[in-house]
């Protein structure tokens, strides 16, 4: 009996190896974690680097244990460092820890209709990162280079205070109005709800746009009388009140060379210019120490892997424990 068995078990077992590959059967299948390639090390010395690395460990091991992949293989990476041109007076360094969710799917180029391949890149990803605020220009833990072409950062929008941390809003990455549009969605951890950076004022904007305007001048004689119209306009804007002067700059995206007024909060279009603000920073903690966290959720809508792993990576973050690695 047991022999007649073997043969039919093996049977049933070669059968199923070689049915066509279904998707809806991967999307089900248990994942795996994969150290992928590696970011750079720059800048960070070794003893900080050590450092880094355990908080980043602590990071992975929040996320893997309360969180396991499926339909798809979750591909790690690292990154450690700074780029002198970046910023000055460093009070932190930026490093961040990013996951990259690649799904199992069907080759359907094979004659083998049960081979399944791991997709090789994907813009469905999770960034966590200290030191570093991520966005059209990065805030660092640092200071403006003087050579900087503004002076200033730009933010979307402001960040709102939720869920014990602040949420600095989404962005269309891509497909906007489709089934399967990309977005991405930023939160901010920080000490006692301050941020890491300022709101500049109206007043500061426009005096860095009037340097800005007096150096392309003194560059370059013929363009004198064009810009004469845009200093006037800062010129007469500068005699308002300090009350008006002293309210955050909002301004739009393609204005901000040739000054011809300020907009609304949430004008299709505006940014608020921003500096980074160093009177947050513990000052006497090393370079290693993180002092806020970015947690970065981008993915693709209507597919069900990614937005079940992100579902599940969300469940798995932890603000509050990452509020609480601040400063150590």
């Known amino acids: 009996m047991k022999n007649l068995m073997l043969p039919a078990a093996l049977f049933i077992s070669l059968n199923a190896f070689s049915q066509d590959c279904i998707q809806e059967v991967l999307k089900k299948q ?6 992928g390639p590696q970011g750079s090390v720059r800048n960070v010395s070794a003893p900080d680097l ?42 932190a360094d930026p490093y961040h820890f990013a996951m990259y969710i690649l799904r199992y799917l069907c080759d359907k180029n094979s ?16 960034n966590i990162a200290a030191n570093v605020i991520f966005s059209s220009g ?19 929008q402001r960040p709102q205070k939720k869920e014990g941390a602040w949420y600095m809003g989404e962005e269309l990455i891509s497909d906007g109005g489709s089934a399967r549009e990309t977005r ?12 890491p950076f300022y709101y500049v004022s109206r007043k500061e904007y426009l005096l860095l746009q009037k340097k800005r305007l007096e150096k392309a001048v003194k560059d370059d004689s013929g363009n004198k009388l ?32 040739r000054f011809t007024g300020f907009v609304e909060e949430n004008t299709k279009g505006s940014f608020i210019a921003i500096k980074p603000n160093l009177a947050y920073y513990n000052t006497k903690l090393p370079k290693s120490s993180p002092q806020f966290f970015t947690v970065v959720y981008k993915f693709t809508h ?7 792993n992100i579902s599940g990576i969300q469940k798995a973050v932890n603000f509050t424990a990452l509020k609480n690695m601040l400063g150590k």
């Open 184 to 195: 991405a969605y930023s939160w901010l951890i920080t000490y006692d709800d301050a941020l």
């Open 30 to 35: 248990p994942g795996t974690w994969k150290a």
């Open 302 to 308: 209507g597919d069900p892997v990614f937005e079940e």
């Open 138 to 156: 990065n805030i660092y833990a640092a200071t403006i280079p003087e050579d900087d072409f503004r002076g200033y950062l730009k933010l979307k």
């Open 50 to 91: 050590a450092k880094e690395k355990l908080v980043i460990s602590s990071i992975r091991k929040m996320v893997s244990t309360n969180y396991q992949p499926a339909g798809c293989q979750v591909s790690t990476s690292e990154v450690y460092g700074k780029y002198p041109e970046a910023g000055q007076t460093w009070m």
């Open 226 to 257: 064009y810009n004469d119209k845009y200093f006037k306009n800062i010129n007469d804007y500068l005699t308002r009140s300090e009350t008006e002067l002293n309210q955050p700059a909002i301004c739009m995206w393609n204005d901000e060379e």
């Open 111 to 126: 004659a083998d209709k049960s081979k399944h391949y791991v997709e090789v890149s994907s813009s469905t990803n999770v």
